[in-house]
């Protein structure tokens, strides 16, 4: 069983920035998995924010672009969220999701086992 453990949330203004991080124990395979964060505001479904796969194409959200970037590091067994320029919207509990096949629809939620507990980023305008 993978576990996952993210870090990095918080509260900050409108405008600020956070830095998500999301240890994998997963080993040398680590490096070949489909990775993922995913949100869910209160009251509203668990949505895609951006996913990397195993040679490190990155996806994301229309609702993101330009503002959050993903990256991992495969020595370290962690994945990344940089996210810039957050807006009150932003607000959600954060999840890192992984998968070890191959993923064709990297944002929808049934396409990966292991899931992390979440962290909270709230922003406030």
């Known amino acids: 069983q993978v576990r996952l453990v993210e870090s990095g949330g918080g509260s900050v203004q409108a405008g600020g920035s956070l830095k998500l991080s999301c240890v994998a124990s997963?080993?040398?395979?680590?490096?070949?998995?489909?990775l993922a964060w995913f949100r869910q505001a209160p009251g509203k479904e668990r949505e895609g924010v951006a996913a990397?796969?195993?040679?490190?194409?990155?996806r994301y959200a229309d609702s993101v672009k330009g503002r959050f970037t993903i990256s991992k590091d495969n020595a370290m067994n962690t994945l990344y969220l940089h996210m810039n320029t957050l807006k009150p919207e932003d607000t959600a509990m954060y999840y890192c999701?992984?998968?070890?096949?191959?993923?064709?629809?990297?944002?929808?939620?049934?396409?990966?086992?292991?899931w992390g507990q979440g962290t909270r980023v709230t922003v406030s305008s």
């Open positions: 997963i080993g040398s395979a680590y490096r070949s998995y489909s």
């Open positions: 999701a992984a998968e070890s096949r191959w993923v064709r629809d990297v944002f929808h939620a049934y396409e990966y086992n292991s």
């Open positions: 990397i796969d195993s040679v490190g194409s990155t």
